[in-house]
């Protein structure tokens, strides 16, 4: 089955610098690539996805590329903000979701 | 609004007990799914179903057993609770296709004593 690795595991950035998180995967039969943001108390929620037809993708201050031929993926945040501090998950998708094992953010004021 | 609702929030059973996990979404989603969370491991997916009365093993789906009467409920069964199944358990729901965005509900914290 799909093995998803991500890092890191913790982040921590000045409010206004850029965040980056990384994750590879094993089965190139995957095509789906979700970023899920997680805040204290609830559960994940889709912020931007990418599909493997696709390069890059960009939602405002989000922004996530892929690279099939390396079978890794990024998600990039730019002029981060105290919201933007909670936990991320990648996903990776052949017929089912497969998860990283996620990255705490946390911007400091 | 999309909403994934678990019947609760936290949950403390003992060692033995048959743990009902139960689930609703009000979106008309074909697909539902049941994840673990733990830390370091990320969301590891248990059960998930397709259509009302059909069911497929995720990743770990021992210990575990599924339900879906309806459509819109799904409920995940522990026949006897451990304490290796203390766990934070997310359900989730997306419509057709394996591309489609899963929705959350907040997750029902057990403990397992």
Partial sequence: GENVEQHPSTLSVQEGDSAVIKCTYSDSASNYFPWYKQELG????LIIDIRSNVGEKKDQR????????????????????PEDSAVYFCAASDYKLSFGAGTTVTVRA | DVKVTQSSRYLVKRTG????LECVQDMDHENMFWYRQDPGLGLRLIYFSYDVKMKEKGDIPEGYSVSREKKERFSLILESASTNQTSMYLCASSDRGNTDTQYFGPG???TVL
Avoid: D, M
Wanted: charged share 25%; aromatic share 6%; proline share 3%.
């Fill in chain 1, 62 to 81: 989000i922004a996530v590329t892929l690279n099939k031929t390396a079978k890794h993926f990024s998600l990039h945040i730019t002029e981060t903000q």
């Fill in chain 2, 17 to 20: 007990e048959k743990v009902f």
């Fill in chain 2, 108 to 110: 029902t914290r057990l």
């Fill in chain 1, 42 to 45: 609830k559960g994940p929620q």
